[in-house]
């Protein structure tokens, strides 16, 4: 999840529910505001009422009293107990012709030692409407600031990440084998600033790096191979003097072992650094099948039972020499790593190409076979560089390779992106 969607989320949540909150909390504050002025208004109202009530008593005309208000009325009472209380009762208006709620204040009281019953009664339609106009209105408020901060906080973000994703996406389409350096566009945020120029340094030094181990690696390689062709040389020019004995020429033998193991040893370094630096640009459409057949047709199979099922023939845009470089490698390391009389069983289906074969018992280490100079064989042929080379191919071009141990074989899958 982007950072930009994190905050806004962030917010987002934040604000409902303190829409979830304010809206309810509202309407009970404005009700009740409003309730306890509808009640002030009917105790102004009884107060006046009763004042009026007792002085007709007293002059001894109260069944001559009447009130312009039509919402209060007087009965006699059968509770000769003094009490007030407000109720609220829904009461049928003849005139609108519905029921609307009201609030009457009952005031039970003793006059000329007689109990009376005057009840005041106020309409809380009105009062009802303009509570819900009020929750109505801040709700619609709440909502729009709501929506307001949303868009002027996702507006400035996108503003001010705008040079971050530019710095980004140029640092995505960075090489270090490309002459100019890297170009970021200066900001109006300091810490993006500090972070341009942080990449900016982290960048030359690391193409500083590269330049430099790219320039010893083809000079070591260089350097090297002229001395270890003259080693060769000279090796086998001294495999063929006279007289030799047999300790000698063990010693002989040992070293011409170790010069050809160094001599593959420099070819594989040279080719991984090849491959690291892109030396490869050309490719071609390759059929999968002929790569895995003439890599087969140069292979000693008499040792072990070979399978071969080729359900496809896919085409892969590849430099030719690492195609085979790495079929070969994965094809080798089946034979290398087999048992007497063991199993090699070679598929091609669905763009994949699978090679199955029988030898250690148990999984190997799925986390370092392909890691460089690593080697759970005893083979001292082996240098620990072919397993490394097929990834490193794979990684070249966008292919997965992959390890497995299945039903007792080890299964290594190379599948290949429908693009390669």
Known sequence: MRLLQKTIRSYLGYSVCLLLVTIPVSYFAVGVAVRADTDEHLVATRTIAQRKILQ???????????????????????????????????????????????????????????????????SMVDRDNLILSIVLVQSILLVLL?????????????????????????????????????ALDRSTVNEFNDLNRSLRELTERARSTYLA?????????????????????????????????????????????????????????????RIDNQQFPDTEPIGLKAVVTKCLASM???SVSLETDFRDDPL???????????????????????????????????????????????????DRIFQRFYKES??????????????????LYGWETSYAYIGGLHSFRLSISPNG
């Open 56 to 122: 007709a008593i007293r002059s001894g005309a109260l069944s001559g009293i009447s009130f312009a208000d039509q919402d209060v009325s007087l009965r006699p009472s059968d509770d000769p107990r003094s009490f007030e209380r407000f109720i609220n009762r829904d009461i049928y208006d003849s005139v609108i012709g519905e029921v609307v709620p009201r609030r009457i204040l009952q005031t039970n009281f003793l006059a000329d030692g007689k109990p009376y019953l005057l009840q005041v009664t106020d």
């Open 146 to 182: 709501l929506v307001g901060l949303l868009l002027i906080n996702w507006r400035l973000a996108r503003n001010i990440w705008n040079p971050f994703y530019k710095s980004l996406e140029r640092l995505r389409q960075y090489r270090l084998d490309q002459p100019q350096p890297l």
């Open 213 to 273: 181990q790219k320039e010893f690696t083809g000079n070591a390689s260089h350097e090297i191979q002229t001395p270890l062709a003259i080693f060769q040389t000279k090796l086998e020019l001294l495999m063929q003097t006279n007289p030799l004995n047999e300790e000698q020429a063990g010693l002989i033998g040992d070293l011409e072992g170790a010069s050809q193991r160094l001599a593959r040893l420099h070819r594989s370094l040279v080719l991984l650094t």
């Open 300 to 302: 000693n199979v008499q």
């Open 316 to 366: 892969v845009q590849a430099n030719r020499s690492l195609m085979e470089i790495m079929v070969g490698n994965l094809l080798h390391n089946a034979w290398r790593h087999n048992i007497a009389g063991g199993l090699v069983r070679v598929t091609i289906r669905d763009r994949e190409l699978v090679i199955q074969n029988t030898g250690k018992n148990g999984p190997l280490d799925n």
């Open 378 to 395: 005893t083979d001292p042929g082996s240098l620990g560089l072919g397993l490394p080379i097929v990834r490193q191919i794979g990684t």
